[in-house]
């Protein structure tokens, strides 16, 4: 059975208290650096820990602030989710950002970090396997937006989706139809079984600097 998990995306998304000085020259400060998604560097982590921002550790050294957002019973055949969570990548402001900015004199590479846009986002996905060996997605919906209002309207629609989908029918249906997504290109594939469940299409990969 699936359940929702009372998440919120946070109002606020900027670290405003510095960190230790030592931290802005480490050589791995912003060493690989995620241009496009949620992923911390190691100075976005500490900021976290000073500000009392909650992180979560997923794929092995992946930091990221990132909140359940629906689970299920544990099954091992049928439509299950594979993960559901809502995340955040949070800009700077106040003392944190100029912290940065004096250090970036002498660390251009702290540039990443005060250009940094915040962003929210939901990641939702639906997978389906059998005991015939059928394994498939049924739904994955990955949509970012630097505006929190924005996300949050996607957040409750696609709530509402997940909550009034049945999903061991839509994954039958699916199915039946594979000749026209089977060999689809990722992007093609998700646009084919968005617009199959009437669901807005997937929006990511958006580039997190701003250097207007």
Known sequence: MLRLIPAQFSKQARFTKPVNGAYYTDKNAVHCFDQN???????EKEHAYVNNVELDQHQHEQWSIRKPWFEDSYKNSGCHINHAALFERWGFDGEALERL???SLTNPLLFKLINLK????????MDYVD???????V?????????REEADEMRIKIQKLVKNTDWSDAAKRMWAEKDKWINLEYDQMSNWKCDFLGAPRERYKMALWDNG
């Open 101 to 103: 900015k004096a250090y």
């Open 37 to 43: 998604g949620y992923q911390m560097t190691m100075l």
């Open 139 to 147: 739904y994955h919906m990955e949509w970012d937006s630097f505006d």
């Open 118 to 125: 915040p962003k929210w986002g939901v990641d939702f996905s």
């Open 131 to 137: 005991e015939k060996g059928v394994v498939f997605e």
